[in-house]
C-alpha cells in the first residue's frame, strides 16, 4: 500500500471514531476544522467547518427530520 492511501485510511478511521465517541454534530465540524486546517489555511478551515456543520444540521435534522446519531459523550 502506498503512504498516501495509509494516510487517507488514517483520516477515514479517525472521522468513524470520532463520530462514534462525540457524534456527528461534533466530529463533521472537528474533521473538516482538522484536515483543512492542516491541508490548507485555517481561515478556510474553519469556514469549511462552519458550512460543514450548517449542511449537515440543515439538510438531516431539519429538512429531511433524520436525527444525526450521538455519540458515547
Known sequence: MAP???VAIGWVVGLLLVVYVFGFEVAIPA???VYFGVMRAWRTALISAVAMWAVTYGLFEMA?????PHGLL
Do not use: D, K, M, W
Not at 429531511?64 to 444525526?68: D, N, R
Open 64 to 68: 429531511l427530520g433524520v436525527p444525526l
Open 4 to 6: 498516501r492511501q495509509v
Open 31 to 33: 474533521f473538516f476544522l
